[in-house]
């Protein structure tokens, strides 16, 4: 597998990231981005993204929760596996221009926008 795949989607598909360290980079559309459980498979909501936004999979150490974007009009993605994201740590660019800085900048929004819901405040550090 690449350490990049492009990826073109319709509304209504879904794209799990399942592989840990995984960051999907919205180029264009919107998605709505879901916790899924892995047995039950029950959703729940947790933030739309838009172009220049990013998603990053989840650390579950249990491996029981996975991130899932639902799509919600034509949208085009860039996902970067672990290899990728491991290069461009280290200070490398890749060719599709994403660096440290805006790699950083993606993740302190995603994180910070996820830190609004209140439950995930509430639980996160009691679990």
């Known amino acids: 597998m690449a350490d ?4 073109q989607l319709n509304i ?3 794209f799990d990231l399942s592989e840990e360290r995984k960051v999907c980079r919205i180029i264009s559309g919107k998605v709505e981005v879901y916790a899924v459980a892995k047995e039950s498979k029950e959703r729940l909501y947790l933030r739309t993204k838009v172009a220049d936004q990013f998603v990053f999979a989840f650390c579950d150490e249990f491996a029981m929760t996975e991130a ?3 799509i919600q009009e034509p949208t ?3 996902v970067y596996n672990r ?3 491991d290069k461009i740590c280290n200070g490398v660019q890749d ?3 994403l ?4 790699l950083r900048r ?5 994180f910070l926008d996820l830190m609004q819901l209140e439950w995930l405040n509430y639980f996160a550090p009691h679990n």
Request: no cysteine; aromatic share 8%; charged share 20%.
């Open 4 to 7: 990049i795949q492009y990826l």
């Open 12 to 14: 209504g598909e879904r």
């Open 68 to 70: 899932s974007l639902l």
């Open 76 to 78: 085009e993605i860039i």
């Open 83 to 85: 290899n990728a994201i």
């Open 95 to 97: 060719e599709t221009g």
């Open 99 to 102: 660096d440290i800085l805006t």
């Open 106 to 110: 993606g993740m302190q929004e995603w």
